[in-house]
């Protein structure tokens, strides 16, 4: 299989965490003002220094290299969930849906991306198998069903109980 330029290992462990770090830093600085107003040839002096000496040492070199992946993966789901939330809650004035209607669908809209990314990290399967495969799983997915339940029903009892005694 053909690799591309930027699985090289010069490009992986130099090229890229310096360019991350050079535009942080530099973005860090210009935002915050730390140097100045107006100081862009200096921010982008100190941003290349340090971005120069990460390179230099490969300890923190390497965990930024290693951490880019998890990174790129979250911000992934990230988006995918804030996606699927926009769907839920629009932000015109004339909203149809009531709060709590919003937070039930957004719990609904992460436990499907939570699931989402089980499954695709193949994850899902050995928490199935530790889960409902297991000996006496049974009686403890009945009990627990049974503790929501009735976790449930009390949540709507205090709920409609104290709209009732605000309005009176």
């Known amino acids: 299989m053909v690799e591309s330029v930027f699985a090289e290992p010069i490009f992986m462990e130099y090229v890229l965490p ?3 770090v050079f535009t942080l830093v530099f973005a860090i600085l210009d935002k915050t003002k730390l140097l100045g107003e107006e100081k862009r040839q200096i921010n982008a002096i100190m941003s290349l220094v340090i971005g120069l ?3 230099a040492f ?11 992946p998890f990174l790129a993966v979250a911000l992934v789901v990230l988006f995918v969930f804030m996606l699927l939330y926009g769907f839920i ?3 015109k004035n004339g909203d149809v849906l009531n709060k709590g209607l919003k937070i039930t669908l957004g ?5 499907a991306v939570l699931v989402a990314v089980l499954w695709v ?3 899902w399967d050995v928490i199935y198998e530790s889960l409902i495969k ?6 403890i997915w009945i009990n627990v069903l ?3 339940i009735i976790a449930g029903a009390m949540a709507v009892v205090l709920a409609t109980g104290g709209e009732k005694s605000k309005s009176e």
């Open 121 to 123: 990290s193949g994850a």
């Open 58 to 68: 490969p300890a923190p070199r390497e965990i930024i290299v290693k951490l880019m």
């Open 134 to 139: 297991q000996e006496g799983a049974g009686r």
């Open 53 to 55: 000496i990460l390179l």
């Open 89 to 91: 809650s629009p932000k």
């Open 107 to 111: 719990i609904i809209a992460g436990l």
């Open 18 to 20: 310096f360019l991350l």
């Open 146 to 148: 049974l503790i929501a």
